[in-house]
């Protein structure tokens, strides 16, 4: 089970738009509309952003952003602001009952 | 509002065996999946083992395949991890969490703080 590959790093400045990328293969992310995004600040628990591809939980705002095309997902936050920095995870389903995440990305609000 | 509390981490010896305990509390526990994610020092989350409501769907990473046993007491509204032969790379902070669905997918709605288990001689 090989972990999904995402960017190790992106940044931008406020006011700015991102997107982070997740790329799985046929057998977790092309082969289910079941991608998760998380935020992970050190030393507090995650939280989860976007759920099914392109679903915010309540209370989430609405600069985040899901999508999907083939094997790859991608996360897309607008208007970003200085409490968007943090790490970013994506998860996938796979095949199996199994889950997968990303290696993580580090976003750095300039 | 929906809590989970890990406890049971500690330090260990390799080889050795230790059981993690998630208490929930704030939800209808029996109608969700559960699942438990780790991070080691300086890395990112990995998903561990996820048990369905009923307990008729279970999974495992490669990585713990066969070493960790997942299972749920719904009458006690608790998850547990049963960890055997426990080796250096499995040194992490393990999170306890629920999923919004009854069986195991990935929508992963609230997490605990975590409990740290560390595995050195």
């Known amino acids: 089970q090989s972990a999904l590959t995402q960017p190790a790093s992106v940044s931008g400045s406020p006011g700015q738009s991102i997107t982070i990328s997740c790329t799985g293969t046929s057998s977790d992310i092309g082969g289910y509309n079941y991608v998760s995004w998380y935020q992970h600040h050190p030393g507090k628990a995650p939280k989860l952003m976007i759920y099914?591809?392109?679903n915010r939980p309540s209370g989430v705002s609405n600069r985040f952003s899901g999508s999907k095309s083939g094997n790859t997902a991608s996360l897309t936050i607008s208007g970003l602001q200085a409490e968007d920095e943090a790490d970013y995870y994506c998860s996938s389903y796979r095949s199996g009952s199994t889950v997968l995440f990303g290696g993580g990305t580090k976003l750095t609000v300039l | 509002e929906a809590q989970l509390v890990e406890s049971g981490g500690g330090l260990v010896q390799p080889g050795r065996s230790l059981r993690l305990s998630c208490a929930a509390s704030?939800?209808?526990?029996?109608?969700?999946?559960m699942h438990w994610v780790r991070q080691a020092p300086g890395k990112g989350l990995e998903w561990v083992s996820g048990?369905?409501?009923?307990?008729?769907?279970?999974g495992y990473a490669d990585s713990v395949k066969g070493r960790f046993t997942i299972s749920r007491d719904n009458a006690k509204n608790s998850l547990y991890l049963q960890m055997n032969s426990l080796r250096a790379e499995d040194t992490a902070l393990y999170y306890c969490v629920k999923d919004r669905n009854f069986g195991v997918v990935n929508v992963m709605d609230v997490w605990g703080q975590g409990t740290t288990v560390t595995v050195s001689s």
């Open positions: 099914e591809v392109s």
């Open positions: 048990v369905s409501w009923n307990i008729g769907t279970i």
């Open positions: 704030g939800f209808t526990f029996d109608d969700y999946a």
